[in-house]
């Protein structure tokens, strides 16, 4: 993006076939490749209406989002390393990919946050022993997806409620 653009500009977005209006602090973060933030979260979810709402609440919040499918996400890490990767556990090969992330030097910082279905608390302890640091329930998930991604992208320690929650609902 070229200095061109100003506060309110809009954009077509082909992935959901709407306008959506940028905000100018995002734009400047990409323009001056600020790696605090800047596509410092990425989303590996499938789900298109939770994706959704991934989406409206970090554009709420001004924290730009990646999408990457599970599928792709080792070779994304090889070009880039975000701050954070959220993953649906529920996912095929979710606990693979967590062990590979967390058994690469280069890559093993990162952290990796995940939800899944409440039910499932077999796979929620073999996602934190691959390496998963934040394993909640979907609905917890959900709850405190704004304060989530807001700590994921400031690279901020999880506050105590998040971190409390995810082990309760579990």
């Given at each position: 993006m070229s200095g061109g653009i100003s506060e309110g500009a809009v954009f077509e977005s082909a992935t959901i076939g709407r306008t959506a209006k940028l905000?100018?602090?995002?734009?400047?973060?990409?323009?001056?490749?600020?790696s605090n933030l800047a596509?410092?979260?990425?989303?590996?979810?499938?789900?298109?209406?939770f994706r959704a709402k991934i989406g409206e609440t970090a554009r709420r919040l001004g924290i730009p989002l990646r999408w990457v499918a599970l599928s792709q996400l080792q070779q994304a890490l090889a070009e880039q390393k975000p701050?954070?990767?959220?993953?649906?556990?529920?996912?095929?090969?979710?606990?693979?990919?967590?062990?590979?992330?967390?058994?690469?030097?280069?890559?093993?910082?990162?952290?990796?946050?995940?939800?899944?279905?409440h039910v499932d608390a077999e796979l929620g302890r073999a996602a934190h022993?691959?390496?998963?640091?934040?394993?909640?329930?979907r609905s917890a998930f959900s709850q405190?997806?704004?304060?989530?991604?807001?700590?994921?992208?400031?690279?901020?320690?999880?506050?105590?409620?998040?971190?409390?929650r995810a082990a309760d609902d579990l």
């Open positions: 905000e100018c602090r995002q734009v400047v973060l990409r323009q001056k490749g600020d596509d410092s979260v990425w989303m590996a979810v499938e789900d298109l209406i701050s954070a990767i959220v993953l649906d556990l529920n996912q095929p090969a979710a606990i693979e990919t967590i062990r590979a992330v967390k058994s690469e030097a280069a890559t093993r910082e990162v952290r990796v946050a995940g939800f899944l279905s022993a691959a390496g998963c640091d934040v394993v909640m329930a405190q997806l704004p304060r989530l991604i807001r700590e994921l992208a400031e690279n901020r320690k999880l506050t105590e409620p998040v971190a409390r």
